[in-house]
């Protein structure tokens, strides 16, 4: 019965699940734990995390992280930091367009050497880069929809050609 995801997550205990239901949200959100934040429609559609322009919508600071069925959006960096080990990201849908008072830095997606990913089912309407992964290893990019991308859909990145990432896969469906 929290009004922010933001106080929900402060009070919440690793392997909690969070249900967020349908609505906007306008607030940027740090997840330092171990958490399943999963959206519920409660007949007016899927809930919405609108950054309002903050750097990032949604940061991954934790390790063993679900984000459900949520749309994200209104970051002016990216709609999703990850930085942490352990991220899954399913079904979400991520909006991530350049306006006047947003700058659209990094792609919508983005992590640095991290391990254990997974998007999956996961529709991206963006106007540049989609996902970049610096250096990460075993991941998984399935399934997912890529709306409009003027830049990169998926960019995986190694910073040093004799330590290749690997254990990756990338599939459309």
Do not use: W
């Not at 429609?41 to 919405?48: Q, S």
């Not at 947003?102 to 989609?130: K, M, W």
């Amino acid at each position: 019965n929290y009004t922010s995801i933001q106080d929900a997550v402060n009070n919440a205990a690793d392997g909690d699940t969070i249900e967020i239901y349908s609505g906007q949200y306008d607030e940027a959100v740090v997840v330092n734990r171990s958490l399943s934040l999963t959206g519920i429609d409660t007949g007016t559609g899927l809930p919405v995390i609108n950054a309002s322009g903050a750097e990032f919508g949604v940061t991954l600071e934790s390790p063993d992280t679900l984000l459900y069925r949520l749309n994200i959006t209104g970051a002016n960096s990216s709609a999703i930091l990850m930085q942490n080990d352990g991220a899954e990201l399913l079904e979400l849908m991520i909006v991530h367009h350049k306006e006047e008072h947003r700058e659209l830095t990094y792609p919508a997606v983005t992590g640095e050497n991290i391990t254990d990913i997974s998007i999956s089912a996961c529709t991206f309407d963006v106007s540049q880069d989609t996902i970049a992964l610096y250096d990460p290893q075993d991941y998984s990019i399935t399934g997912n929809t890529f709306l409009n991308p003027v830049g990169y859909s998926v960019a995986i990145i190694s910073s040093d050609s004799m330590i290749p990432t690997t254990n990756g896969v990338i599939s459309v469906s």
